[in-house]
């Protein structure tokens, strides 16, 4: 069992969470912050390996919890003055903790048995691909596809909006649009989320029930790529009151999910 007080930002030991800004996030590419105790056990559960701990003093039944559970990796405690000046937030839900990056997973590996998967085209804000991810763990997705310019989805911000989910749900990058065709090989019907002249409503495609299909959603603004749109089978919208085009990307991609389910 290893509690250590936190008595300055000065200790070596406590180097991953000095100064928690995008570009030091950016830079530990081997490494990521799980925050809040929800969070933090769920990576846990999903058997991730702690780097360390860092948790308010307050919260007295984790510290020991912590220490117990994984006594190998230093549980370390301090007052929240102490732990906002260290980090440059509060921490508002008691705890952070420093896990080694797991190995990336392949797109063979993630498509395996699975019948619904998502791809998220540059979608760039964190926040919006946390909420996907919990969506998507909640309504069946077998796993999410993440472009190359697609925003971290182990990323601070995306792993507290994801509530966690990010550890268990299946996900992989990919080469895209040019791994379209290895989906289609797999046996998926592969749809754009767009606006386009030929779209069809999402709940035709449900009442169809495809045995294998991937939904692509694209980022805020500029949606779906062209050469995306090229690249599939076709486009799919939600049927929206007049006066409202659209709805933000982590909504739609709830309600079509939903819809799009295997049944």
Do not use: K
Not at 25 to 52: H, K, N, Q, W, Y
Not at 178 to 196: C, I, K, N, P, Q
Not at 221 to 228: L, P, V
């Amino acid at each position: 069992m290893s509690i250590e007080r936190v008595g300055g930002t000065d200790d070596p030991r406590l180097g991953d969470y000095v100064g928690l800004t995008d570009a030091a996030l950016a830079r530990g590419r081997d490494r990521f912050i799980a925050e809040s105790t929800v969070v933090v056990r769920r990576a846990l559960d999903a058997g991730l390996c702690p780097r360390s701990f860092l948790v308010d003093e307050r919260h007295a039944a984790l510290i020991a919890e912590l220490a117990s559970r994984v006594p190998n990796a230093p549980v370390f405690v301090g007052a929240s003055a102490d732990l906002e000046s260290l980090t440059g937030f509060h921490l508002h839900r008691g705890a952070l903790a420093s896990f080694s990056r797991p190995d990336a997973a392949s797109l063979d590996a993630v498509l395996d048995g699975a019948r619904r998967v998502v791809v998220l085209e540059d979608v760039a804000e964190h926040t919006n691909v946390g909420a996907i991810f919990r969506s998507a763990a909640g309504l069946g997705i077998d796993a999410v596809l993440l472009s190359a310019r697609c925003a971290d989805p182990l990323y601070r911000r995306a792993i507290r909006v994801s509530m966690g989910t990010v550890f268990s749900q299946p996900w992989a990058r990919v080469d895209w649009p040019a791994d379209a065709a290895r989906l289609r090989e797999r046996g998926f019907e592969v749809h754009a989320m767009e606006l386009t002249p030929d779209a069809v409503p999402v709940d035709r495609i449900a009442a169809r029930n495809p045995e294998r299909l991937a939904l692509v959603m694209g980022t805020e603004g500029a949606g779906i790529s062209e050469a995306t749109l090229q690249a599939c089978d076709g486009a799919v919208v939600i049927p929206m009151r007049p006066g409202v085009s659209s709805l933000n990307v982590g909504a739609a991609a709830a309600v079509a999910m939903w819809e799009l389910r295997a049944r």
